[in-house]
Structure formats: structure tokens, C-alpha cells
């Protein structure tokens, strides 16, 4: 048995189409997570998700980078109670810098802030990055940690296939037992996953579940 974990940005939904999900991607997604466990794992907020992915109906979502978990219209906070003060002690600090950001149920987002990198360096928080966007979190979360997480709750006991495009799905490939990049991925997720795919973006992801579906995946990898 085997789960699939999907970035969303760039891997799910292109960039061109302003994030929204194609209908083609939907549908394929629908149609795989009845027979088999397909989770998002993306940093985006749920308010975001709402509008860009309306009508994906994956098994369950990995949102804010990690810290939240949502299963149906159960949502699950992985973050201890102190981190609201230390996200608060951030938040004047960036403040201080002049930086604009928003904030999630749980983390801290800046946009277009790679100039700004050196800055962005707290002892009591990890800072992940999505090509030139920046996301302040709990210092032991993650997309990796978060997905063990979720998949403790499901009792799922298979191998894991995570499926991504940039550098904050390093972690994820980092607990997956099998790394698949879209063909418009970073070169630095390229390098350490075991399968670039020829297409980008949700044709990638349509790609590899034919694949699995038709068991030419297996053919190629031992996933057993």
C-alpha cells in the first residue's frame, strides 16, 4: 500500500493559471484518492485553498507548511501553546524591518523577501522558503514532520511517493520513500529525487498517477 503527498504551487496548480486548479487536474486527483490515499501537503493558508481548489476532494490536506492538519472539516493544530508569543516577538521584529507579511491560523508569511534573507534568522522559529517567499513557523515543524504526523492519525502503514517542485518540499522528500519532481522543479529538488518527471506542473502529477495506476511506476522502482 502506498500514499501519495502533492505539493500544491507549481506541482498541482501552475503559476500561469494564477494557482487555480485546471478541471483536468481536479478530476484525475478525485478519481485517484477514491482508491488511494492522495494528500496536499502545501503552504498555503485554508481561506486560499477554498477559492483556488475548489471542488479537489484529496484524503486529507497538510496546510500552512506543515502545522495544520485538515481531514473532511476537522482541523488539527500541531503547535504548543507558547508559539503564539514567540510568533508575536516576530511579528515586531519584522515590523521593525519595515517587511510586510500576513498571518496564518499558525505561521507567518512574507512574499519577495529573498533580499532580505540574512534578516530572517529567529533561534525560536524555523524559516522556510518557496523560491523568494518566505514562511515563519514553529522551530519543529515542517511539510515532512507534518505528514508524519497525518499519517499517524490515518494508521497508514505503507510507503510514501511525495511529489514537489521547491525547497520547502525538501522535508517532505526527506520522509517519502520515493521523491518525484515535476519537470519545472528547482534543480536542487531535481538532484535528490529518484524520478523527474517530462511534464510540469498538474500534467507531472496526472503523469505519475497513470503511472502508478497502470503500475509502470513499480516496473521502474522498488516501492514494495
Known amino acids: 500500500m502506498f500514499l501519495v503527498a502533492s505539493d500544491y504551487d507549481r506541482t498541482l496548480a501552475s503559476e500561469k493559471n494564477g494557482f487555480t486548479i485546471s478541471d483536468e487536474v481536479k478530476e484525475k486527483v478525485n478519481e485517484f484518492s477514491k482508491k488511494y490515499p492522495f494528500v496536499v501537503v502545501t503552504g498555503r493558508e485554508r481561506k486560499f485553498i477554498d477559492v483556488l481548489?475548489?471542488?479537489?476532494?484529496?484524503?486529507?490536506?497538510?496546510?500552512?507548511n506543515g502545522p495544520l492538519l485538515l481531514i473532511?472539516?476537522?482541523?488539527?493544530?500541531?503547535?504548543?501553546?507558547?508559539?503564539?508569543?514567540?510568533?508575536?516577538?516576530?511579528?515586531?521584529?519584522?515590523?521593525?524591518?519595515?517587511?510586510?507579511?500576513?498571518v496564518?491560523?499558525?505561521?507567518?508569511?512574507?512574499?519577495?523577501?529573498?533580499?532580505?534573507?540574512?534578516?530572517?534568522?529567529?533561534?525560536?522559529?524555523?524559516?522556510?522558503?518557496?523560491?523568494?517567499d518566505a514562511m515563519i513557523m514553529p522551530k519543529n515543524m515542517d511539510k515532512g514532520k507534518g505528514l508524519l504526523e497525518l499519517v499517524k492519525i490515518l494508521n497508514?502503514?505503507?510507503?510514501?511517493?511525495?511529489?514537489?517542485?521547491?525547497?520547502?518540499?525538501i522535508p517532505l522528500f526527506n520522509v517519502a520513500d520515493y521523491k518525484v519532481a515535476v519537470a519545472n522543479a528547482l534543480d536542487e529538488v531535481k538532484k535528490i529525487a529518484d524520478l523527474v518527471l517530462d511534464e510540469e506542473n498538474g500534467?507531472?502529477?496526472?503523469?505519475?498517477?497513470?503511472?502508478?495506476?497502470?503500475?509502470?511506476?513499480?516496473k521502474k522502482i522498488d516501492i514494495n
Open 156 to 169: 497508514f502503514k505503507g510507503k510514501i511517493i511525495a511529489i514537489g517542485d521547491s525547497q520547502n518540499d
Open 203 to 218: 500534467k507531472g502529477v496526472i503523469s505519475l498517477l497513470e503511472m502508478i495506476e497502470s503500475g509502470n511506476l513499480f
Open 104 to 132: 496564518g491560523k499558525i505561521i507567518i508569511y512574507l512574499d519577495n523577501v529573498g533580499n532580505f534573507s540574512n534578516k530572517l534568522r529567529f533561534d525560536c522559529a524555523r524559516v522556510e522558503w518557496n523560491r523568494n
Open 53 to 64: 481548489a475548489k471542488g479537489l476532494n484529496p484524503t486529507a490536506w497538510v496546510l500552512e
Open 72 to 102: 473532511g472539516e476537522k482541523e488539527i493544530h500541531l503547535v504548543d501553546k507558547d508559539w503564539f508569543e514567540i510568533r508575536q516577538s516576530i511579528i515586531e521584529k519584522l515590523e521593525k524591518l519595515g517587511l510586510r507579511y500576513s
